[in-house]
């Protein structure tokens, strides 16, 4: 493995002298300013509760499983013509039918749920496993770097308690929380050097939202050409596979998935509500806003939309990514995935936590080290307000909204990780 991902992965794991070091003061600023930030929120939502404010505006959590409740009938109609398309005549178990907006290798990761007799218990049980290992795996790599044991232990069960992304990814039941461990899993396996692995993990997150093949490129600069081809195989090859159980037959559910895919994403293209400004975080709010001043019609900016962010990622990656430290590649990418697709809620940024680890754990190395790294200060403390809610950022008489100031964040993480190599370079290096 190259040197950069070697010792980019050294950083994730927390490798340095052992003891009871005092927390990174740019990891305590992060620390308290999280804390403040979601302080400020619980003051603003009970400010808003007693003027009187509808509950979905000053409680965004509202109703437990929204989308996972979404598709409780159509998954009584699996395996039929009638799950893709609403047929005329066929049986509805339910009086609401929605078809499966996702493609199809996340339709049938999503059948088990429906199968067990109680979906919410089982979705908070994996959350909640999964959490607890994301909690234990940070805690162990902070005490690795020294940090005392209570710390290690604070910092990321509070910082986790306080996520809104995490909460609303949990309280929504949506099935990100699957796309989120194969795609973060596979982070760790590749800082690993275990390429193939998280090949296989990002080809089958990008086979559940199609956007996480992004992540795919992070293997090139490493000259990983096999573990590509492996990760584009397993994408194709779970898209066959899930189209051939879902039924009844391939041809059925190719153009089903296709239907109900697009003609989402084309719905919210052409979408300009308070529900997507406060919650859709995608650059293409920004893109609507400029096209509502020059008249353009939004139902004709997806084309060129699609074009002009393949050129901005191809150029920036190949260009100007390519030879900096894997840190920056990482941001990138996953910020580019989170920002770029048409439709990208909260629950989405939840894959930014592991661009944000890599940095935290760069900034403790610069400090045991004794050098600053030019930009990561701002990088890391972006982060705070775009994991905070809604509530905090959104109001509507003097224009300000969280879906566009997210956005805006997102776009300034990018340009970040294209200016600031989030190194730690040494006299002695």
């Known amino acids: 493995m190259a040197n950069g991902a070697r010792e980019t992965a050294g950083e994730a794991e927390g490798v340095g002298a052992r003891g009871s070091v ?31 404010f509808p509950r979905n505006r000053w409680d965004p959590l509202a109703a437990w499983f929204l989308d996972l409740n979404e598709y409780l009938g159509t998954y009584k109609l699996l395996h039929t013509a009638a799950f893709f398309f609403n047929v005329q005549g066929a049986p509805l178990p339910y009086p609401l039918f929605s078809p499966v907006a996702y493609p199809p290798f996340s339709a049938v990761v999503m059948a088990p749920l429906y199968a067990s007799a109680n979906p919410g218990a089982v979705f908070l049980a994996v959350a909640a496993v999964w959490l607890a290992v994301c909690v234990w795996g ?53 800082l690993r050097g275990w390429d ?37 195989g397993t994408f194709v ?13 391939m041809e059925v559910a190719w153009r089903g998935s296709l239907k109900n895919v697009f003609g989402y994403q084309g ?8 529900h997507e400004l406060a919650a859709n975080h995608s650059a293409l709010g920004l893109v609507k806003l400029a096209a509502i001043f020059a008249r353009f019609p939004l139902a004709r900016l997806t084309l060129p939309y699609y074009v002009c962010g393949a050129l901005v990622l191809g150029l920036a990656f190949f260009w ?9 590649q990482l941001l990138a990418v996953s910020v580019f995935m989170v920002m770029f697709p048409p439709v990208s809620y909260f629950h989405a940024l939840v894959h930014l936590y592991a661009p944000l680890l890599v940095l935290l754990f760069v900034a403790i190395r610069a400090e045991r080290a004794g050098v600053r790294v030019r930009g990561l200060g701002l990088t890391v403390m972006l982060f705070v307000p775009l994991f ?21 964040i997102l776009v300034a993480l990018f340009l970040c990780a294209l200016e600031y190599p989030f190194a730690v370079v040494t006299a002695e290096a």
């Open 267 to 274: 719905t919210r293209v052409s979408e300009w509500s308070l």
């Open 196 to 232: 193939d692995a998280a090949a296989v993990l990002w080809g089958l997150a990008a086979a559940m939202k199609l956007f996480p093949v992004v992540l795919l490129l992070l293997l090139l600069p490493r000259r990983r050409y096999r573990a590509f081809a492996v990760g584009v």
């Open 22 to 52: 005092p927390l990174p003061k740019l990891l305590r600023s992060y620390w308290a300013w999280s804390a403040v930030v979601f302080g400020l929120t619980l003051v603003v939502a009970w400010l808003e509760f007693r003027a009187g």
């Open 320 to 328: 100007q990514l390519w030879k900096m430290p894997v840190a920056n």
């Open 388 to 408: 905070a809610s809604w509530t905090l950022f959104t109001f509507v008489r003097v224009w300000l909204f969280a879906g566009l100031l997210q956005a805006c």
């Open 138 to 190: 940070v805690r162990r790599a902070l005490i690795g770097a020294g940090i005392h044991g209570m710390t290690a232990t604070l910092f990321p069960l509070t910082l986790t308690a306080m996520s809104f992304p995490i909460a609303r990814l949990v309280h929504q039941g949506n099935i990100e929380l699957v796309l989120w461990i194969f795609a973060a899993v596979g982070v760790w396996a590749f």
């Open 237 to 249: 090859a779970a898209t066959v596979w899930s189209l051939w159980w879902l039924g009844p037959t």
